[in-house]
């Protein structure tokens, strides 16, 4: 099942990083910017950065300091990464991890149009990270752990090449409730960052067992059916777009798992984001942790 998972994910979360999308469309920028990006971080990056899959802005809570070295779980196009290299400046270095190579390819293409010079994409899943221990000063993540069908794996990895005293800032979405049955059992609402999601008190415990300390997860408030009100856009998966049809859904929609249809799997998230409020068994939250330092 967890193969299944992770192909499914791989699909179609390729298929967005193949589509058009980017921060000229104006849906894909409206996500980003009900999750906390303003207009001037969003045109700081490259526009194929962006491509409204967000569900908070970690860099923005991150705290990074320059001669860091941040790591980005599921970066994508490379988004909180570009955001990062300034801040971290030329003595840090901002790292993408994605286990997607579509992705990988369209965050290096990126980084090259944009002049960054401090910041690498490596292709992995994150619960293997290609990173030396103790190597990291902040881990981030935006709308990606969710996915990861073992996430005791990933808080394990995340500690281990996080420095003493490193710390995990982290966007993503968790549960204050039970999902409806229907939402839980869907393969597109987990694919679209919601099914896989954890309660929050279990992403507490699971930090705290992978020897975190000071675990902090504060319910943004954010509106998780901001995704509904941006034209054919559900839950932080994205569909992918045609360049002469703005928001319009087509076959190749990151949503669906193949060999189902992926307009049908689409639509079916959509459908859910309608039937359901999210907001009454899901949150938006922001996640802090940080490693002990050493006695």
Known sequence: MANQ??????????????????????????VAEAFGYSAEELTSIPEGANMGLSCGNPTAMASI??????????????LDVFLASPLVGPAGKAIGIDMTPAMIERARANAKSGGYENVEFHLATIDALPLADASVDCVISNCVINLAPDKPAVFREIARVLKPGGRLAVSDIALKGELPKEVAQSMAAYVGCIGGAIPIEEYRSGLLAAGFEHVEIVDSGADLNAYAKVENQSGC????????????????ACCAPEPTSAASLHEELAGLLAKYDLNAAAASVKVYAVKPRLA
């Open 5 to 30: 998972i992770l192909d499914s994910v791989k699909s179609k979360y390729g298929a967005v990083a193949e589509s058009s999308l980017s921060n000229k469309d104006a849906g894909v920028k409206a």
């Open 65 to 78: 300091r320059p001669g860091e070295v941040v790591v980005d779980l599921g970066s994508g196009g490379g």
């Open 237 to 252: 998966c994205s569909p992918a777009m045609e360049p002469a049809g703005p928001f319009q859904v087509v076959a190749s």
